[in-house]
């Protein structure tokens, strides 16, 4: 076990964090703005990728596939808006988990029709690939670096559009109240568009961003719907720093889990054993910590209600 | 009334229910056509017709059905086509968990099954039956000629990892059978992870000579795409089941140079291989994958004892007719070991670029020659 090891298993876990970020950012506020479970958040994580895989494709301009792949993630995220989630706003929850479930059914198989079963292809940028070289003989993939980055900046981003614009000023008061807002002459039914648009936009780049790094396929949005849904009931629902926090802490618990769990084993049992029971057990730590958080503070950790 | 209801119930069950002509023979096929394994089930099916059409033997009838990749669905399909559609052979499924479902039930009430693809190994060893032929391999045969392999060729610290689950142990143990010096390390990872980061930094950080991964389907991809992305060289080695002709396709040159071993490879030089490829390339227009052999060799076995004798009117004559298998196999060389599997050679192949752009598989040479899998001693056929 060298000191590189640990360093780029960090690194890996604020990655993985970085991303799960995105998604859980744009889950919490659809949540916390206007009160709706979305399900489908995961199709528009696919969305996202497929688009900037097939713009990719034929353009052979990676940033460019990834605008669009952006821009096509929230245009769809507006038209859900206005065709269905309107309608759910004042259904009760077991509605709106029917209604979305319904939603992913269409798209994975409208994806199938469009873009046939087979994977597509999807490769990191020329500029991006390879690895740099870090502080104490780490080399580290430039890719992974870059999202990292992008994490930050879209954080940074975030704290300064709910914080400092007139914009965020309203989401917020949605938040606190959405009937009072809505008296008080704000157009809800726009600002929720946009709120939604905002979301779908976030969960596309982050599927376009993975994408690169993993197969763009039918499917892929779930299984990182389902830990974005861990990270913002750790964060507390609703709360963009809990998402950030809850983010980070599930990349981290997570991937320096199945790494330093199995290894922890091997001191006491054999190694094959070790390895198995330790690669189950690690998988199931993020939930371990979900449950002890939500012992503790049921609310999450930046939970408000 | 009610007397009209029952005559009307059973004209409409007389109607729906089909007779057999005299010499027609019903194959059931159950293979994945969706969801996320469909390409394999897809070359299945387009490799097995395309033998059928090319035969020009009109009295065999297929009736396809897609299972979704699910061990229910699988089996009450199975029953269906024993019960309404009276099917005398069946074939198609490529899931081990599909198959040891399904294959017990079926091969337990006198039907003949043919495996294009799974291969599980209580089927081939303690489970196996006089009715069950595997047209493909048992499933730890290309990973056991990946040990033998990456032996010979003087690798002493191989870094080995597989999914979690019967057939990422299976292949793990099969690779270990064969290569029997050092390992860096042997790690299992999560089914359906996409993410092999951490398993990546740890392969780097071994100091491994070589990596050996089974990792099916969209994993394997995550993981290659990673790994040519991190600027790790160490050579990779693998089953062909994670570089057929799509995955390799949805990889690009981030496979390139990859080495894996398979029982087929669509340059293998033989006429009838190439008379395959060549016909297949003509009507699907793709290269197809060692999947579409299996279903094309299936199709053939199947013919080939057709000639003989009529599953139902002839049931022991039949069989002794699969056992023979006298058939233009697209591997070359191929017949059955006593437990009804192949004894076949298992071949090595690098992925190299094309020329227009793409990338593809190549021969590169033998991994074991007349390879036979450890389970028949348990088998008492």
């Known amino acids: 076990m060298t000191v590189a090891l640990i360093v780029e298993q960090i690194l890996n876990g604020l990655q993985l964090g970085t991303m799960l970020f995105l998604m859980a950012s744009g889950l919490t506020l659809v949540f916390g703005v206007m009160g709706l479970i979305n399900l489908a958040h995961g199709s528009f994580y696919m969305a996202g990728a497929f688009v900037t895989a097939t713009v990719t494709a034929t353009t052979g301009n990676f940033w460019l596939g990834l605008l669009v792949g952006v821009l096509a993630a929230a245009a769809i995220g507006v038209i859900v808006e206005f065709v269905i989630m309107r309608r759910l706003y004042d259904r009760g929850h077991l509605d709106q988990v029917l209604a979305t479930f319904a939603l992913i059914l269409i798209f994975s198989e409208g994806t199938y029709m469009i873009f046939g079963s087979s994977p597509l292809f999807l490769s990191v940028p020329q500029e991006l690939r390879g690895s740099v070289s870090l502080p104490f003989d780490i080399s580290y993939s430039r890719y992974r670096l870059a999202i990292i980055g992008m994490g930050v900046l879209v954080a940074i981003g975030l704290y300064l559009l709910i914080s400092k614009t007139r914009l965020g000023m309203r989401i917020r008061a949605g938040e606190n109240d959405r009937e009072m807002i809505g008296a008080l002459g704000v157009d809800i039914k726009t600002l929720y568009t946009l709120v939604f648009a905002l979301g779908a936009g976030l969960a596309g780049l982050a599927g376009s961003t993975i994408g690169a790094l993993q197969s763009v396929r039918v499917g892929m949005g779930e299984p990182v719907l389902i830990m974005a849904f861990v990270v913002i009931v750790i964060g507390g629902i609703g709360s963009i720093k809990g998402a950030l926090v809850g983010a980070l802490l599930v990349g981290l618990v997570d991937t320096l889990g199945r790494i330093f769990m199995p290894l922890t084993l091997v001191s006491f049992m054999p190694a094959s054993q070790a390895m198995s029971i330790g690669s189950a057990v690690s998988s199931m730590l993020i939930y371990i910590m979900m449950a002890t958080i939500l012992a503790f503070r049921p609310h999450g950790l930046f939970g408000s209600k | 009334m009610k007397q009209s209801i029952k005559l009307g119930l059973g004209l409409a069950m007389a109607a729906t229910m089909t007779v057999a002509q005299a010499n027609e023979v019903r194959v059931g096929m159950i293979t994945t056509l969706s969801g996320g394994g469909a390409h394999l089930g897809v070359d299945v099916r387009d490799g097995f017709m395309l033998a059928i059409e090319q035969s020009g033997n009109s009295d065999v009838n297929v009736i396809i059905r897609d299972d979704a990749q699910r061990p229910d669905l699988a089996n009450s399909l199975a029953s269906e086509m024993m019960d309404r559609e009276n099917v005398h052979v069946m074939t198609g499924l490529i899931w081990s968990n599909l198959a040891m479902a399904v294959v017990p039930s079926v091969t337990r009430q006198g039907m003949f099954y043919l495996s294009p693809n799974a291969g599980p190994s209580d089927l081939a060893g303690r489970m196996c039956h006089e009715n069950y032929f595997n047209v493909a391999w048992q499933n730890d045969a290309l990973h056991e000629a990946m040990g033998q392999y990456v032996r010979d060729q003087g690798y002493e610290n191989p870094f080995i990892l597989a999914p979690n689950y019967p057939a990422g142990t299976d292949a793990l143990s099969g690779f270990k059978r064969y290569y029997d010096g050092e390992l860096a390390n042997e790690i299992y990872t999560q089914l359906g992870q996409e993410?092999?980061?951490?398993?990546?930094?740890?392969?780097?950080?071994?100091?491994?000579?070589?990596?050996?991964?089974?990792?099916?389907?969209?994993?394997?991809?995550?993981?290659?795409?990673?790994?040519?992305?991190?600027?790790?060289?160490?050579?990779?080695?693998?089953?062909?089941?994670?570089?057929?002709?799509?995955?390799?396709?949805?990889?690009?040159?981030?496979?390139?140079?990859?080495?894996?071993?398979?029982?087929?490879?669509?340059?293998?030089?033989?006429?009838?291989?190439?008379?395959?490829?060549?016909?297949?390339?003509?009507?699907?227009?793709?290269?197809?994958?060692?999947?579409?052999?299996?279903?094309?060799?299936?199709?053939?076995?199947?013919?080939?004892?057709?000639?003989?004798?009529?599953?139902?009117?002839?049931?022991?004559?039949?069989?002794?007719?699969?056992?023979?298998?006298?058939?233009?196999?697209?591997?070359?060389?191929?017949?059955?070991?006593?437990?009804?599997?192949?004894?076949?050679?298992?071949?090595?192949?690098?992925?190299?670029?094309?020329?227009?752009?793409?990338?593809?598989n190549q021969l590169i040479g033998v991994a074991m020659e007349d390879h036979q899998d450890v389970y028949g001693a348990d088998c008492g056929l």
């Open chain 2, 195 to 360: 993410d092999y980061a951490a398993e990546i930094s740890q392969i780097r950080a071994s100091g491994a000579d070589s990596v050996f991964y089974f990792l099916p389907g969209g994993m394997g991809i995550s993981f290659m795409n990673q790994y040519a992305n991190s600027g790790t060289d160490i050579p990779v080695f693998g089953p062909a089941f994670s570089f057929d002709e799509v995955i390799v396709g949805a990889l690009g040159e981030a496979a390139e140079g990859v080495i894996n071993t398979s029982q087929w490879a669509h340059d293998l030089d033989n006429d009838t291989n190439r008379a395959f490829v060549e016909a297949f390339r003509a009507e699907h227009g793709r290269t197809p994958t060692l999947y579409a052999s299996q279903g094309y060799d299936t199709a053939k076995l199947l013919l080939s004892a057709l000639e003989v004798a009529h599953p139902e009117d002839d049931p022991d004559a039949f069989r002794e007719a699969l056992r023979a298998a006298d058939f233009a196999s697209t591997r070359g060389e191929f017949r059955f070991a006593s437990n009804q599997h192949p004894i076949q050679d298992i071949y090595v192949r690098e992925i190299v670029a094309n020329g227009d752009g793409g990338f593809t």
